[in-house]
């Protein structure tokens, strides 16, 4: 396993972290079956894990504190608000009675007195930088939590909030977690870059694509995958995105072969050789899933296959465009645009 410092912060954490959206109702699994994931992910030198309080609504946490249960500070654990709890308006977004909220419900469920890092799911254009902050600056004087991030942030919104830290005298974001695979490029275009000029620690989440690069989407296969009941229009390969995707893993598959890999660990490795990268979170359902995923732990891509890669989707494109998360408001709410 390589270990890399998180950003300025001196934690060092794992290349491969653990994320655990898959546990409970919609990975469909058990408390045996995440206690078997996190002690083999444990076993093998992971050190990060990451959960969300919106995955299975809580459940995840809830596991995840009962399988880390005598072994808390063994791992740099994380977690994140922001994202809907339930339909009641109040229990989402970035404002300070809501992640002081959240931030103590999720100790609860985790079964400890802090996190070592809480980062906000989303960007909240409701709320200011200002009040996020400061909020979370004394979440963190409070011992409450280590350090503190940002999720899928468009690339002006982390800047926004650096000046905003600076201008007020708060606490700053020291992470960010994007989404960064072989197919979906586009952090590197803007995220990524900007997360090395302000020293952020990076967790790129869906290294894999959700299944797109694990072997489980070929041409001429049915989609066996978890995600395709869950997210059926993102497998749909009538679609001229995923029609792409589809054309670009296959010739994927020939480079992995060509190098003796396996597309994980193209998938993984391609992932952590970017340099402003701190980790990769795997976010296996199964033992199975876990040590295919593993097996990527030591991986180092030539350049030659990191090349071949280019070659295939060119550096900064998203194959599917329309799955960014990072899109802004301005884009997506024609009221903005029509004044």
Known sequence: MQYRTLGTTG??????????????????????????????????GITLVDTADVYSGGQSEEMLGRALAGRRDDVVLATKAGLPMGEDP?????????????????????????????????????????????ALTDLQRAGKIRAFGSSTYP?????????AARERGLGRYVTEQPPYSILQRGAEAHVLP??????????????LASGW??????????VRTNRSGFMPARFDVSQPHNRARLDAVERLVAVADAAGLTMVQLALGFVTAHRAV?????????????????????????????????????????????????????LLDAALRRR
Do not use: C
């Open 11 to 44: 934690i060092r954490v794992s290349a491969l972290a653990l994320g655990t959206m898959n546990f409970g109702a919609l990975g469909r699994t058990t408390q045996k079956d995440v206690t078997a994931l996190v002690d083999g992910a444990l076993a093998a």
């Open 90 to 134: 109040a229990r989402r977004g970035a404002s300070r009675r809501w992640l002081v909220q959240a931030l103590e419900d999720s100790l609860r469920r985790l079964g400890t007195d802090h996190v070592d890092l809480y980062q906000v799911h989303r960007w909240d254009p409701t709320t200011s930088d200002e009040e996020t902050l400061a």
């Open 155 to 163: 690339a002006d919104r982390i800047v926004e909030a650096q000046w």
């Open 194 to 207: 900007v997360a090395e000029r302000y020293g952020l620690g990076v967790l790129a989440w869906s290294p």
């Open 213 to 222: 690069l694990s072997g489980a989407v070929r041409a001429g296969h049915e």
């Open 278 to 330: 701190t980790a990769a979170l795997i976010g296996p359902r199964t033992t199975e899933h876990l040590g295919s995923q593993l097996a990527a732990a030591d991986t180092v891509l030539s350049a030659d296959v990191l090349d071949a890669v280019d070659e295939i989707v060119a550096p900064g494109l998203d194959l599917a465009p329309g799955e960014r998360n990072d899109t802004p408001p301005s």
